[in-house]
């Protein structure tokens, strides 16, 4: 096996993690982009980016159709997010231009301890869903938090799912299994206006995708079946460890990494 051929191979693998991870509670870029400065550390950070969001929306399309099929997506919330989340990403892309991501890890960091306390110590958060929430304030809300969140995706990016998977439970009461499909949607939405940005401003590693793109794919598929298997409870457990594992990432990015 070549030495190509052994990159390949290594972000094939990296890329099912992050399908699978992806698929049940978001945060498979905590696989696949290390994985990806691992393999081309000569590449320019722009040009791994939009190699990385290629790759990662098969397989998040394929997971909220396979979603779709067998939980009852909220459209009312998730179209308004998906659309407001289209234009955040976009803006938030543009933004990088003019302040460096670095200055929120801190800010983030302390954002993802207080959802991971919350999460933890509310035992019956996100287990069931809840329609006490009035449908134009759903809209509403579904705007605000896709316009929000998708700004930031296009902006910096890590936890991104997590945030919108917290953010649809606690405020308009879904369950986390209704609350990971509506999120699937809306990173569909996201990664949709960061390949737009990429693929017109950098070089795309076309052959990495591809391979990245079937193997994500391929993940995706088993996370989202284990994910409707198990229901809400398991996709609880899946989000407390990614959470933790994002936030022990920023711990060391802004402590040791500086």
Not at 106 to 123: C, D, E, G, N, S
């Amino acid at each position: 096996m070549g030495e190509l051929e052994t990159l390949l191979f290594f972000l094939g693998l990296a890329a099912f993690l992050a399908g699978f991870i992806d698929a049940v509670v978001g945060g498979g870029g905590l696989v696949q982009i290390p994985a990806l400065f691992t393999a081309f550390p000569a590449s320019l950070p722009a040009t791994l980016f939009g190699t990385n969001k290629l790759a990662s929306i098969v397989g998040t399309s394929s997971a909220a159709i396979q979603y779709a099929r067998r939980v009852a997506i909220p459209w009312r919330v998730a179209l308004p997010a998906a659309a407001s989340a289209l234009a955040g990403a976009w803006f938030g892309a543009r933004a990088v231009a003019y302040l460096s991501p670095a200055v929120l890890k801190p800010v983030i960091l302390l954002l993802l301890i207080l959802v991971a306390i919350y999460t933890f110590i509310r035992k019956d958060f996100g287990t069931a869903a809840d329609a006490t929430v009035e449908p134009q304030h759903a809209t509403a809300l579904a705007v605000l938090i896709g316009a929000s969140v998708g700004f930031y995706d296009g902006f910096f990016g890590p936890g991104t799912g997590s945030f919108l998977i917290f953010l649809f439970v606690r405020f308009l009461a879904m369950d986390f299994l209704r609350a990971s499909v509506t999120a699937k949607i809306v990173n569909v939405a996201t990664n949709l206006a960061a390949i737009a940005f990429f693929t017109s401003h950098v070089a795309i590693l076309w052959q990495a995708a591809g391979v990245m793109a079937c193997a994500n794919l391929a993940g995706a598929l088993v996370g989202s079946r284990l994910a409707l298997r198990h229901g809400a409870a398991f996709v609880r457990k899946m989000f407390l460890g990614i959470v933790a594992t994002l936030i022990g990432k920023m711990l060391f990015d802004i402590v040791v990494a500086g």
